[in-house]
């Protein structure tokens, strides 16, 4: 087996002569414009891409982006995990491709007798993943979602197990009771950084305070992956996804994201686990066998440096900032929106006082589970327990419209929201039904 790294979580699993291409993100400006690639993919590579089949872990466009899936040289059949959600096969099919659901747990046989078996991760609790709206839009009901998925890449005794953006607590029972702990993995592909919008996009007195949030969410997530790798006890490890940056008018919060450099998390990685594993970093189309676990680097050169790409990107627009929609719609959107965001909260049993203001350029508008929405002056003072969530106008648009525009957790994730919280006391019930503010 060999493992081509391509970008962030894609990569090519080549299981003997069968290829599968893995997560595929390798264009830039996901999440509504702001999520880029350093260095970025070369559109010329990605004409040049084989494979046979493609894994999708779950609907986030990170992992499932439809920009590069619309410029891939050809469509193949799509593995995903058989969710009681379709969104992830209805999204696949709408992009004209084949989805084929593997039920958990069971594996999926290729021709030259390797296989490919896919694991939900469940339970998904924003709490623990940091990505403080939930993923509601695939949510069943309040507290368990099967979001994503871990796989096993299997082939002639090789073992490749894909930990995707799974938070170590939702997908520890997984692995010890389909005993994924005990099949001799080779190499371990685990996630070492979390992308919600925390500190980046919430006020702190000083800078400083701000810096030392993203330095303690950072080392929270290696710890994340020192437990996955002290669990499954791989030959060798690997910390890849989440590697993204900033760009347009946001490019100036990717310092505060708590995502450090590859090295800095290996060397970490390396000084803190308690068992004999190789910790290996795969950059842009290095190359790992499995057997030797002999590395092939690419030695690719990319003319700018990071800071010169960061001021490059810093200039592009986000995909709304061009809309042009009629504000006398405004009303009513509220309206319908949050109509439903009562009946989320009712259907969950969530009760709170708290105030949610939610303001624009524009515009704001403040209320709570119990009263409906009152337009306010921006900028108005509220008293605590208040919630702030600030954003584009156009944005507000789209996401009072409906994830067929844009959805509340896909901008959080893109550090689109500006947070105010008082006090500051993550209630999931709140966020959770605000995934449901929309017509």
């Not at 490749?160 to 190499?187: G, Q, R």
């Not at 950084?193 to 030392?212: A, L, N, V």
């Not at 648009?397 to 844009?406: C, E, I, T």
Request: proline share 5%; net charge negative.
């Amino acid at each position: 087996m060999k493992i081509t790294h391509l970008q962030s979580a894609t990569q090519i699993i080549h299981l003997g002569d069968t290829k599968v291409l893995v997560d595929p993100w390798l264009t830039d400006g996901e999440y509504y414009g702001s999520w880029y690639h350093y260095p970025p993919f070369p559109a010329n590579e990605l004409n040049k891409l084989e494979y046979d089949y493609i894994y999708v872990s779950h609907i986030h466009p990170d992992h499932l982006s439809e920009a590069t899936f619309k410029a891939l040289p050809r469509k193949a059949p799509v593995l995903m995990h058989n969710y009681d959600s379709k969104f992830v096969k209805r999204k696949i099919e709408m992009l004209g491709y084949e989805a084929i659901e593997c039920d958990n747990g069971e594996p999926f046989i290729l021709q030259n007798g390797g296989a490919v078996t896919i694991y939900a991760a469940d339970n998904c609790n924003p709490e623990l993943c940091t990505k403080f709206l939930g993923c509601a839009p695939v949510e069943k009901k309040f507290g368990s979602t099967q979001i994503d998925s871990l796989v096993v890449f299997e082939h002639e005794g090789e073992v490749i197990l894909n930990t995707n953006d799974c938070p170590f607590e939702l997908a520890e029972t997984a692995i010890i009771s389909n005993e994924l702990h005990k099949k001799n993995v080779d190499v371990l592909l685990v996630g070492y950084s979390g992308t919600g919008p925390y500190p980046q996009c919430f006020e702190f007195e000083t800078e400083d305070k701000k810096t030392s949030a993203a330095q303690a969410k950072g080392k929270q997530f290696l710890n994340q992956a020192v437990r996955y790798i002290e669990l499954v006890k791989p030959r060798c490890y690997v910390p890849f996804a989440g590697s993204y940056v900033l760009g347009s008018r946001l490019a100036n919060l990717t310092g505060f994201t708590g995502v450090p450099p590859l090295i800095d998390a290996l060397s970490y990685l390396d000084s803190v686990i308690n068992i004999s594993a190789q910790g290996l970093i795969l950059d842009q189309f290095d190359e790992l066998y499995v057997s030797s676990l002999n590395k092939k680097s690419a030695n690719k050169h990319f003319d700018l440096t990071y800071e010169e790409y960061i001021e490059e990107i810093s200039k592009e627009k986000l995909t709304y900032d061009d809309d042009s929609w009629d504000d006398k719609e405004i009303p009513q959107l509220v309206s319908d929106a949050y109509n439903r965001f009562k009946a989320k909260a009712e259907e969950v049993g969530y009760k709170s006082e708290i105030q949610l203001i939610i303001e624009s350029d524009k515009v704001a508008f403040a209320l709570t589970i119990k009263d409906r929405p009152t337009f306010i002056d921006i900028g108005t003072t509220i008293q605590e327990p208040f919630l702030k969530i600030s954003l584009s106008h156009n944005l507000l648009h789209r996401v009072l419209r409906g994830p067929r525009f844009a959805h509340w957790n896909n901008a959080e994730i893109g550090s689109h929201l500006h947070y105010v919280r008082q006090p500051n006391v993550f209630e999931r019930g709140l966020y959770h039904s605000l995934c449901f503010f929309h017509q």
